[in-house]
């Protein structure tokens, strides 16, 4: 009877313990993972796109995490029609023209709202929304280390480019 109760209260603290870790292990996950506002906007295009910064693109601001093995990030920048052409058109990038606004609307690459508050705003990626005649495109890269895929949204009367985009 007792050694019953004994592996009870094992049993039950190893659970309690495993419970009261979790957060902890959670929120070392998202420390630990990388932030992209802590790296150069040009080291982060070159992470994600796999290509150098085109000539022509300014104002680029990218914000985003990961976790694990995940990342996310958001992307805005200006471009000149030279640098869009060669960011819609590269080798490195299978672009398609996206569905409709509701396929890139409904691409919610996060695992953490608690950062994509934060990420959105640095980006002021509300500000697609704002767009008269926006041009949607997914794209995805296939470099042998990584995946990353997602979508552009195009204002080409005010020559500004958003993207989001998730890495698996």
Request: with cysteine; aromatic share 18%; glycine share 4%.
């Amino acid at each position: 009877m007792k050694r019953a109760r004994l592996w009870t209260i094992i049993t039950l603290s190893f659970i309690a313990l495993a419970f009261s870790a979790r957060p902890i292990f959670h929120r070392y996950m998202w420390d630990a993972g990388r932030n992209y506002s802590t790296h150069s906007t040009e080291k982060n295009f070159n992470f994600i796109f796999n290509r150098d910064l085109p000539v022509g693109v300014k104002q680029l601001k990218i914000a985003g995490r990961s976790y694990g093995f995940k990342q996310w990030f958001w992307m805005r920048c200006k471009a000149n029609d030279f640098a869009l052409k060669n960011l819609l058109q590269n080798s490195n990038l299978q672009t398609t023209t996206a569905a409709s606004a509701s396929e890139f609307s409904s691409f919610i690459p996060s695992a953490n709202t608690d950062f994509d508050t934060m990420d959105k705003a640095a980006v002021k990626w509300q500000d697609w929304k704002n767009i008269e005649q926006p041009e949607y495109y997914s794209w995805s890269t296939s470099d042998p280390t990584s995946w990353y895929y997602g979508y552009f949204v195009v204002d080409r009367k005010r020559h500004l480019i958003f993207a989001v985009g998730q890495m698996e």
